[in-house]
């Protein structure tokens, strides 16, 4: 089973609508989650943590589910700009902040 | 604003060759870390690196890669005798040093060997 694993996507959608992406980690002593940004050729950019409670940042919803195994990131309201790889990183807490990626969801939003 | 400088945005080198990609910190930071990308690949933990030393490194960091900060401030990845398949971004990361140890990456060395 790969450490993290996603759909590789592309999801295409048009703007205004809403997109979940869903990821799943194999190592159940993992800590802290993440969900990156990643345009093409860039360098991932922290979108946001994943707390166990669930966190809200404006258009977008992270969720945890420890006893799954499974994170997912909500989209709403789609905007053009949103289109991107989304990356799912869980850290494997072995001491030092060692980032497990995920492969990415690829998100096209289209007019 | 970039987190952290990285340079050279862009090198390509021959095969057999000896690479030196350079992080400079904006702001004094002890934890470091060297990631890779292969192009359509993910991104990829190489080592982390704290108060000078190497706190732990990955499968891919064998023998050819070295990790070292010479003058206190650049953070420098040496990569000995490139191959082919050593042609990939490599980012540079710090840590935030808040509870939530969050880590933010370079905009990348695009290493290109041929």
């Known amino acids: 089973r790969k450490e993290v694993e996603q759909d590789p996507g592309p999801f295409n959608v048009p703007e205004g609508a809403t997109v979940a992406f869903n990821c799943t980690y194999s190592n159940s002593a993992s800590q802290s989650f993440f969900w990156y940004r990643q345009d093409c050729r860039k360098e991932p950019k922290l979108l946001m943590s994943?707390?166990?409670s669930g966190n809200e940042d404006g258009r977008f919803t992270a969720q945890l589910n420890r006893a799954s195994q499974y994170i997912s990131l909500l989209i709403r309201d789609s905007k053009l700009s949103d289109s991107a790889t989304y990356l799912c990183v869980v850290n494997m807490n072995t001491g030092f902040q060692k980032l497990v990626f995920g492969t990415g969801t690829r998100l096209l939003v289209s007019p | 604003e970039p987190e952290v400088t990285q340079t050279p945005s862009h090198q390509v080198t021959q095969m057999g060759q000896e690479v030196i990609l350079r992080c400079v910190p904006i702001s004094n930071h002890l934890y470091f870390y060297w990631y890779r990308q292969i192009l359509g690949q993910k991104v990829e933990f190489l080592v982390s690196f704290y108060n000078n030393e190497i706190s732990e490194k990955s499968e891919i960091f064998d023998d050819q890669f070295s990790v070292e900060r010479p003058d206190g401030s650049n953070f420098t990845l040496k990569i000995r005798s490139t191959k082919l398949e050593d042609s990939a971004m490599y980012f540079c990361?710090?840590?935030?040093?808040?509870?939530?140890?969050?880590?933010?990456f370079g905009e990348g060395s695009w290493l290109t060997v041929v």
């Open positions: 990361a710090r840590n935030t040093g808040d509870s939530g140890n969050t880590i933010y």
């Open positions: 994943v707390y166990s």
